[in-house]
C-alpha cells in the first residue's frame, strides 16, 4: 500500500521527546484556543494520573450515536477491528450517556493491533484489566454497565467535536495527540511542522529559566530575560 500523502508518521517521532505542555505552549504561540487542550480526560491506565506514560500518533475516530439514532449508519465491522498500527483510537460518546463504551477486551485487541492507546470521550469499564495489559487508556469517567443498551459505534473516521460546553474543539482522523499525566493535547494536523520548528525554542528558554532560578535569580528576572514577560 503506498504511504498516505496526508500523514504525519514520519513526525510523530520527532514529537515524542516533549511533553503535553511543551506541545500545548506551542500551539498557543501558534495561535490555536486553549493550546490544543482536550479538557476533562484524565489518564486511566496503567495507572491514573501518575508515572512517564505518554502516548503520541495519529488520530483514529468513532463517534457513537444513541440507540433512538437507527437511522445513523452502522459500520460493517466492528470498530476494535479496524484500528491502525500506531494510532490512538479516539472515541466519542453522546453527552448525556452515563454506560461504558469501551472494556478490557477491547483494549487487548487494540494492543494486538499495534495501537498507541486509547482516549475515550466518554466512561470506560474493566480498569483492573486495561492496567494488567499495561495499555494506555485516558477517559472522561469510569462506570460498569455496557453500551449496548443506550448507544451503538455509528461512524468510523469522521471528525468529532469534544463533549465539554466549556471549549469548542474538534478531533479529526489524522490529528497527532499527545496524552501523558498533564491531560491530552490535540495538534491539528496542518500544525505538526510548525509546532516542531518552535518546540526546541520554547524547551531551551524552559531550561534557561530553571538554571537561573537554581542560581537564586528571581522569577520575574528569569522570565523576563528568557521568555520577555513578567
Given amino acids: 500500500m503506498a504511504p498516505d500523502p496526508n500523514s504525519n508518521r514520519s513526525l510523530v517521532k520527532e514529537l515524542e521527546k516533549y511533553t503535553s505542555c511543551d506541545v500545548a505552549d506551542a500551539l498557543s504561540k501558534l495561535g490555536y484556543a486553549h493550546g490544543g487542550f482536550l479538557s476533562d480526560l484524565t489518564m486511566y491506565s496503567p495507572t491514573i494520573q501518575s508515572g512517564k506514560t505518554k502516548i503520541i500518533g495519529e488520530a483514529y475516530t468513532v463517534r457513537f450515536a444513541a440507540v433512538n439514532h437507527r437511522n445513523d449508519p452502522h459500520p460493517p465491522n466492528h470498530f476494535i477491528d479496524t484500528v491502525p498500527k500506531d494510532a490512538i483510537l479516539f472515541i466519542s460518546v453522546p453527552a448525556h450517556l452515563i454506560n461504558s463504551v469501551y472494556g478490557g477486551l477491547m483494549s487487548m ?28 487508556v485516558f477517559a472522561r469517567g469510569i462506570g460498569t454497565n455496557a453500551a449496548a443498551e443506550v448507544c451503538f459505534p455509528s461512524q468510523i473516521n469522521i471528525p468529532v467535536r469534544l463533549n465539554s460546553t466549556r471549549q469548542e ?16 493535547v490535540c495538534i491539528p494536523k496542518e500544525a505538526v511542522k510548525s509546532c516542531l520548528e518552535i518546540l526546541p525554542h520554547i524547551v531551551k528558554a524552559d531550561t534557561n529559566c530553571a538554571e537561573d532560578t537554581l542560581k537564586g535569580q528571581s522569577f520575574e528576572e528569569v522570565l523576563r530575560r528568557h521568555k520577555g514577560k513578567l
Avoid: F, M, S
Fill in 169 to 184: 474543539a474538534w478531533i479529526r482522523p489524522r490529528d497527532v495527540l499527545i496524552g501523558d499525566l498533564n491531560g491530552v
Fill in 109 to 136: 485487541r487494540a494492543q494486538l493491533l499495534g495501537a498507541k492507546g486509547t482516549i475515550v470521550d466518554g466512561r470506560v469499564r474493566d480498569l483492573q484489566e486495561h492496567r494488567d495489559l499495561d495499555y494506555p
